[in-house]
């Protein structure tokens, strides 16, 4: 068995470096992407890691002003700002909270506000909104 109590920032990173960490198998989609903005990072892994536990971690991450843009598509993703919060306390994996409390962007001219909260695994509770203008993104 190993005990961990590992803890990492990155408070001044970019959205490209935030994106950097994304499994290969999915990055080749992130090929000729243009990515611009501000990220922080920071999160926690802290508890009994053996055959039959695995310890509780932490996942803090914010974009600041971001902009993503397929080179393919006529509009970007611009003005992303948003705050997540991921929070497994003890590893069971029953009481993993989930957290956006604020996510902005803008698709065009088109605004696209939200928030999402979730407890639990087994039930698991939601709670959410999503505000935009569909006919607008559909026209982007």
Do not use: C
């Not at 990072?41 to 509780?56: A, F, T, W």
């Not at 956006?100 to 696209?112: R, V």
């Amino acid at each position: 068995a190993y005990m961990l109590d590992l803890q990492w920032r990155a408070p001044d990173a970019t959205f490209r470096q935030l994106l950097s960490m994304v499994p290969a198998m999915y990055a080749k989609d992130l090929n000729g992407l243009k990515l611009n903005g501000g990220a922080s990072l920071s999160g926690y892994v802290q508890g009994r890691y053996d055959e039959k536990h695995i310890p509780g971690f932490g996942l803090n991450a914010t974009i600041k002003d971001g902009l993503l843009q397929y080179p393919d598509l006529p509009n970007a993703l611009s003005n992303i700002n948003l705050e997540l919060e991921l929070k497994e306390p003890d590893g069971t994996f029953t009481q993993t909270k989930l957290n956006i409390p604020t996510f902005h962007a803008d698709l065009g001219n088109t605004p696209i506000d939200g928030a999402l909260a979730t407890s639990g695994t087994g039930p698991i509770g939601i709670k959410g909104r999503l505000k935009t203008n569909l006919d607008h993104i559909t026209k982007s």
